[in-house]
């Protein structure tokens, strides 16, 4: 089982909708979860970081975590062209200290 | 300026050939870590430093050497490149928080490509 599940997409909605990307993870030690966003051919950028369960709000974007399911998801409101891109779950991986574990991205595209 | 670096930030080379991909990094955090993406295959890491003194191997770690020539610095090697080896490169840096993985922030990226 990959230790970082995510649909790889593409998943497609109309502008000013709500997205719902969401991610699994194998590892009940991980503490640590965030939401990376990517365009093509450039590097990750952190959207949003999660520690605790429940919801974390930051603009646009909300990241909910469910320790107990195993569960991460991320939900941008009022969705925009721009936020077309492929996005990114990583979960901190316990048996190797710090780093992370990626998924492998789920891939969203907003319609004008 | 960029607050991680990394050069080249394109290469392409044949195979047999030694490579060496270079990370700088401003921020002053402690770790840095090498992944390489794939497509299909996301982010996987290749080897993570903790500090100058501490360097681990990750899950790809076959075929690459790394050196931590600083707390700024963090190079990786492909000591006889493979056309497998090609993909896209990334150096990442995350600070140093107690009993907690902090956000890792990436450099540009290196494309690399093995002929």
């Known amino acids: 089982q990959k230790e970082v599940e995510q649909n790889s997409g593409p998943l497609s909605v109309p502008e000013g909708a709500i997205a719902s990307l969401n991610c699994t993870y194998s590892?009940?030690?991980?503490?640590?979860f965030f939401w990376y966003r990517q365009y093509s051919g450039k590097s990750p950028e952190l959207i949003m970081s999660?520690?605790?369960?429940g919801d974390k709000e930051d603009g646009r974007f909300t990241a909910q975590l469910n320790k107990a399911s195993q569960y991460v998801s991320l939900l941008i409101r009022d969705s925009q062209p721009s936020d077309s891109a492929t996005y990114l779950c990583?979960?901190?991986?316990?048996?190797?200290?710090?780093?992370?574990?990626f998924g492998k991205g789920t891939s969203l595209l907003v319609t004008p | 300026d960029a607050d991680v670096t990394q050069t080249p930030r394109n290469r392409i080379t044949k195979t047999g050939k030694r490579i060496m991909l270079e990370c700088s990094q401003t921020?002053?955090?402690?770790?840095m870590y090498w992944y390489r993406q794939d497509p299909g295959l996301g982010l996987r890491l290749i080897y993570y430093?903790?500090?100058?003194?501490?360097?681990n191997k990750g899950e790809i770690s076959d075929g690459y050497s790394v050196s931590r020539q600083a707390q700024a610095k963090f190079s990786l090697s492909l000591e006889s490149a493979i056309p497998n080896q090609t993909a896209l490169y990334f150096c990442?840096?995350?600070?140093?928080?107690?009993?907690?993985?902090?956000?890792?922030?990436f450099g540009p990226g290196t494309r690399l490509t093995v002929l």
């Open positions: 990442a840096t995350s600070d140093s928080v107690a009993g907690r993985t902090d956000t890792q922030y």
């Open positions: 590892d009940r030690g991980s503490q640590s």
């Open positions: 999660i520690y605790s369960n």
């Open positions: 990583a979960v901190n991986n316990p048996r190797a200290g710090y780093a992370l574990n």
């Open positions: 921020k002053g955090h402690d770790r």
């Open positions: 430093s903790f500090d100058v003194k501490d360097i």
